[in-house]
Every structure is written in structure tokens, then in C-alpha cells.
């Protein structure tokens, strides 16, 4: 994966946590919440990086990038799929999961916001 910043990146957002529960994906949450997701293939190497944004701007990445696809696994309108050694931009990416963690989080009360943030 050419994205080798984007763990410690994803890591030092306030709140974020990440497992390995499910479909050995790699899964970076705010709580419950996934907002990015690095799948992983049979052999542990990355084979999609999954992330949330709003479904019009997903839609106008996926036609200027042929390495932006509808989520896999995902709910195509809301989620896409990046190919891990494409060639999206590394600010592209770090755009894209910042909007993603941002429209996460978002979906909590301005209370638990609070709390995740850490009264910031």
C-alpha cells in the first residue's frame, strides 16, 4: 500500500479507534462508528481503503479517478472504495478520510461530540 502514513494519520484524531473484528478489515471508529475502513485480503495486504462522504462529491471523485469505486461491501451512494496503490493524490486521501470522520461524527449529539473531542 503506497498510503503508509494514513494509520498514524487516522490514530491521532480525536476519538478514533480501531479493530480488526470483522472481515479482516482494519476499521478506524469514533465509538460504535466506522469511518474508514482499510480491507484486507487473505494474505493481510490491502485491497480497498472504504470511507463515507457525501454521496455527491463521491460521485464526482469516483468519475475523476478511476481508483475511487462505490464502497466495497458498502452502501454504494454514501460509501467509496479507494485502490490502495492507485493513484489518488495522498492530500486527495487525507481530504476524503478528514470529510468522512467529519460526517461521522457529526451523527452524534453536540453532547458526545463534546465528550469525543475532548471539550475542544
Known sequence: MRYTWLDEYLMQKPGVT???ENWNWVRYMIGDKM???V???DRDQPYYITLKLDPFEGEALREAYEDIIPG???NKIHWNSVKPDGKVPDELL???????????LKGFSKKRQQEILGGQ
Not at 94 to 104: C, F, Q, V
Open 18 to 20: 480501531k479493530n480488526t
Open 72 to 74: 466495497f461491501y458498502m
Open 94 to 104: 487525507r481530504e476524503m478520510a478528514d470529510k468522512s470522520y467529519n460526517l461521522i
Open 39 to 41: 480491507c484486507l485480503d
Open 35 to 37: 469511518f474508514l475502513a
